[in-house]
């Protein structure tokens, strides 16, 4: 359908009838009286046949028309009551442009003579009524710009826009292609002139209205704004379209959480830049927060949102002067700094941070991932970004170097790292996921006491797969409670068949990350699994690292507190490898201590490094816990932990993890 909008008077043409011997008595059109000796021998039928019925835009309309002015029906109507008549129909104008008309039909009786005579006035109701459809259609009237598509002409009418740098007309009728051709060239940024020519293709646009009922696209205009273009069913039937532009760039581009730029803004942003300024030198810088879920399940959103405009203001007025800083998604930040600025030894300063709240510390450590942006660099900021967050993802060690440096052999570590996202699921299914157990043994006898059960992926196409580069990205994303849970069901299984078969069992140990001590799931599991088991509880014990207790959620600890009870053991593990060592020891409670292997590897170095180390292991039996030394390599570390009153002793110099069929030949010999 196309429409001229141009306001008109209202009252275009009227006809005076005499409908009992079908003639037109006077002509009045556009305010002009029509001689109505030119009409005297033409009846009202033929007259409309001639000058009306061609110029009503659509059949359907047409034929109605045809059967309500029917001259029977004008008679019988009357002679029923029916004096009044109103219909609505659309006319090709001159110009062969459409308007819409309301034409209302009065008879009345002639007294003078009898007849049944009739007024009929056409009224341009183009205007009225293209506004009472948008109203019905849009709910907003803050739009930049509005025009009209008719899919089956070709043809776009604008009833308004603001194309500053366009030549349209408004009000007439335009060819759509070669609109739309113009408005890519001439209006739209280039970066977004592809997704322009495919998002207004006519057929793109109707397939995708014809499944969810409305269609949207974004795209960046020359003055580098966000325009969303919007189409809306005008009249399906008629296949004509409602578009509307309005400017999103505000609600596009902001953080509702920061008040800063989203992920869109920081690209947009940032790609100005490196366009204005190809000879300076810049870095991405990627950065999240770790143990910041915890916030949020501790004191709630609202606190947790507080903390984030915290750290983006931190970043804002921080040494690096960012040029752009904004918060990606959840607790991820990016900015982009010239490299003058960048000082690695002093990112730790802004990477570190403790939040307290009713007497409660929790520690806030972030990471943070460095790719400084090469000379004639080809790639998207996007793709930028992805690799200083590769550079982030290789930190082994946050509080050591909580900073890493992307270089290209990032890309394999990826690689796998993304192996272990899409894949786990089938690798689980198809066997690739091994357990494999680390003997613990007796510091005086060096008999096996217990075993860890620590998983290996062998991947059908990539090969081995080494834990630091699966557990991390598994832990990071939250699936490491599938791996686990997989690990729990399997180690249970071995240890209940071995019982079962009366063959000798030690205590099996599987490691809890702090994401498990999050879900119900795998908690409701292992109570339901312990509670029905044939094992003594003893048999079965549980890891939970240094760091996953500054973050563990009440359930959590309702968790680990009922299965101590129940004759589970718990193992804290890494001991000291955190700054809340102390206070952990004090709030909960734990049956074993594993010292992280940073101490044991520091043995003999010197007196006070040793006097620490033996302090230790008289505290955790002062508090009635035992002491596994893990990572024991040589013999003089074994002799040292043993003769100071280790209990237990775990690391190479006795055995590398095994598979579950070697153990068992160890456990039967």
């Given amino acids: 359908m196309t429409i001229f909008l141009k306001k008109e008077k209202e009252e275009v043409c009227a006809l005076y009838l005499d409908v009992t011997e079908n003639r037109i008595l006077a002509i009045n059109s556009q305010g002009h009286k029509v001689d109505v000796d030119k009409y005297k021998d033409t009846n009202v039928h033929n007259w409309l046949e001639q000058y009306i019925y061609p110029y009503i ?26 004096t009044r008549y109103a219909y609505r129909s659309s006319y090709y104008s001159m110009e062969h442009q459409i308007k819409v008309y309301l034409v209302e039909v009065n008879t009345f009786r002639n007294i003078d003579n009898n007849h049944i005579e009739a007024s009929v006035i056409w009224k341009d109701q183009t205007q009225d009524y293209i506004d009472t459809e948008i109203r019905k259609i849009l709910y907003q009237n803050d739009y930049s710009s509005l025009g009209l598509i008719d899919i089956e002409d070709g043809a776009i009418y ?119 300024h190809p000879d300076q030198k810049f870095a991405i810088l990627y950065m999240n927060m770790k143990r910041f879920r915890a916030i949020n399940d501790l004191y709630g959103y609202e606190n947790g949102d507080m903390v984030l405009r915290e750290a983006l203001n931190r970043f804002q007025t921080s040494f690096l002067k960012p040029l752009v800083a904004a918060r990606i998604e959840a607790d991820r930040f990016a900015m982009i700094v010239d490299q003058k600025n960048l000082d690695l030894e002093k990112l730790p300063d802004i990477l570190y941070g403790i939040y307290e709240k009713d007497g409660v510390k929790v520690e806030i450590y972030g990471r943070c991932g460095v790719y400084y942006i090469p000379e004639n660099c080809k790639l998207s900021v996007s793709e930028m970004c992805d690799r200083a967050k590769l550079a982030k993802l290789s930190i082994s060690n946050q509080y050591v170097q909580p900073y890493a440096v992307f270089n290209e052999e990032m890309n394999d570590d990826y690689e796998q790292r993304s192996i272990a996202l899409i894949h786990l699921d089938e690798a689980i299914q198809n066997g690739e996921i091994k357990i494999y157990y680390q003997p613990i043994y007796d510091a005086w006898t060096h008999d096996i006491v217990a075993a860890e059960a620590l998983a290996r992926w062998y991947s059908q196409d990539s090969g081995m797969i080494l834990p630091g580069r699966f557990v991390p990205v598994l832990e990071e994303s939250g699936h490491i409670t599938k791996l686990d849970t997989f690990v729990h069901k399997s180690v249970q299984e071995f240890q209940e068949r071995r019982y079962a078969e009366k063959k000798p069992i030690v205590k099996l140990s599987m490691n809890l990350s702090r994401m498990d001590l999050m ?44 299965l101590r ?50 302090a230790l292991i008289d505290l955790a039996h002062h508090l009635d816990m035992k002491v596994i030394a893990e990572g024991v390599e040589t013999k003089n570390q074994a002799e040292f932990l043993k003769n100071y009153g280790c209990d237990y002793l775990q690391g190479y110099y006795f055995s590398k993890p095994v598979p579950q069929e070697e153990f068992e030949k160890m456990l039967d010999e």
């Fill in 158 to 276: 604008f009833r308004s826009h603001r194309f500053k740098t366009m030549h349209l007309a408004k009000e007439k009728k335009l060819s759509y292609a070669d609109t739309m051709s113009q408005m890519k060239e001439k209006w739209i940024a280039q970066i977004s002139q592809e997704l322009f020519e495919r998002c207004t293709d006519l057929d793109y646009i109707y397939d995708n209205l014809e499944l969810a009922g409305q269609y949207s696209f974004q795209a960046y205009n020359i003055e580098d704004k966000i325009e969303r273009y919007t189409y809306y069913w005008f009249n399906r039937e008629k296949k004509i379209l409602l578009v509307v532009v309005d400017d999103m760039t505000k609600e596009m581009e902001a953080d509702a959480v920061t008040g800063g730029l989203n992920r869109e803004g920081f690209f947009h942003r940032t790609h100005e830049i490196l366009e204005k």
């Fill in 565 to 614: 009870k129940m004759g589970v053991n718990l193992l804290m593990d890494d001991f000291g490898s955190g700054v809340s060592s102390f206070s952990t020891l004090r709030d909960y409670d734990f049956d074993v201590i594993k010292l992280d292997m940073g101490f044991v590897q520091k043995v003999g170095t010197d007196r006070k490094h040793n006097n620490i180390l033996i």
């Fill in 57 to 82: 835009a659509y059949d359907d309309e047409r034929a109605a028309f045809q059967e309500e002015f029917r001259r029977t029906n004008l008679l019988q109507g009357f002679e029923k009551g029916a």
């Fill in 519 to 562: 879900n119900p799931d795998i908690m409701q599991l292992i109570r339901e699994d312990v509670k029905k088991s044939p094992l003594p509880p003893y048999m079965l014990s549980y890891e939970v690292t240094e760091s996953a207790y500054t973050v563990v959620s009440k359930k959590g600890v309702e968790f680990l507190n009922e």
